[in-house]
Every structure is written in structure tokens, then in C-alpha cells.
């Protein structure tokens, strides 16, 4: 059974950082990919950055030089750094994860708000004033 738990949200100012982790278990695949999405209320689930089981990253056009994604894969934890927070960067933000590394390579993690990840956390909660 997978389990992702998201931690590291809160109520940040404008121009200010927040540092989200996902601690995955129950994850037996040595190959995977895995990806943050954030859903803003009204609006569609959005995948923001992805990272594969060789650490290899890609993210979504709009938080290119703002989103750092990373990974200890020791703690079995990936990491988004967020920088710059804007406005707009309020939103729930879930932790995806697939065994299929290839869907982080092709891209295809960012298709149907992240239809082809089949594990997914609860969430954190982002909020920017």
C-alpha cells in the first residue's frame, strides 16, 4: 500500500519561500516518477514539477526559475522549493507518484492534471498574502 504525505505548507507573504516535502513508503519500485501538482479553487489540477527515479527534473513553464524540485532518495522524500511566492502560487498542493519512470521522461505526468500517477497524498496547503 503506497502512502504520500505532504508537509511543509502554510501562510507565507509575497516574495517570501515555503519548502514542501512528500515522504513516500509502501513504494517498492526502484524506478518511478514523481510529481507536485497544486489545484487553486475553480481552477483544474495543475502539475508544477517532476523528478524521476534518476533524478532527472522537468516543470511546468509557469514556475520555471521560481520551483526547485529535488529529492533524498535515502528518506525516500522528494522536495519542492518554491521562491518568489506569488499570488497566484495559492493552492493545494498534492504529491504525486508513479512505478512507470518513462512518464516523468515522456512527459506524459503533466497529461489530464496528472491522470497517469495513481498514487497521490492529501495534500498541503499553500497560502500567500
Known amino acids: 500500500h503506497v502512502q504520500l504525505v505532504e508537509s511543509g505548507g502554510g501562510s507565507v507573504q509575497a516574495g517570501g519561500s515555503l519548502r514542501l516535502s512528500c515522504e513516500r513508503s509502501g513504494f517498492v519500485y526502484t524506478g518511478y516518477c514523481m510529481a507536485w501538482f497544486r489545484q487553486a479553487p475553480g481552477k483544474e489540477r495543475e502539475g508544477v514539477a517532476a523528478?524521476?527515479?534518476?533524478?532527472?527534473?522537468s516543470y511546468a513553464d509557469s514556475v520555471k526559475g521560481r520551483f526547485a524540485i529535488s529529492q533524498d532518495v535515502a528518506k525516500r522524500t522528494i522536495f519542492l522549493q518554491i521562491n518568489n511566492l506569488k499570488l497566484a502560487d495559492a493552492a493545494m498542493y498534492y504529491c504525486?507518484?508513479?512505478?512507470?519512470?518513462?512518464?516523468?521522461?515522456?512527459?506524459?505526468?503533466?497529461?489530464?492534471?496528472?491522470?497517469?500517477?495513481?498514487?497521490w497524498g492529501q495534500g498541503t496547503q499553500v497560502t500567500v498574502s
Open positions: 504525486a507518484a508513479s512505478s512507470v519512470k518513462h512518464d516523468c521522461v515522456s512527459g506524459s505526468w503533466r497529461y489530464d492534471g496528472g491522470a497517469y500517477l495513481g498514487d
Open positions: 523528478i524521476d527515479s534518476d533524478g532527472s527534473v
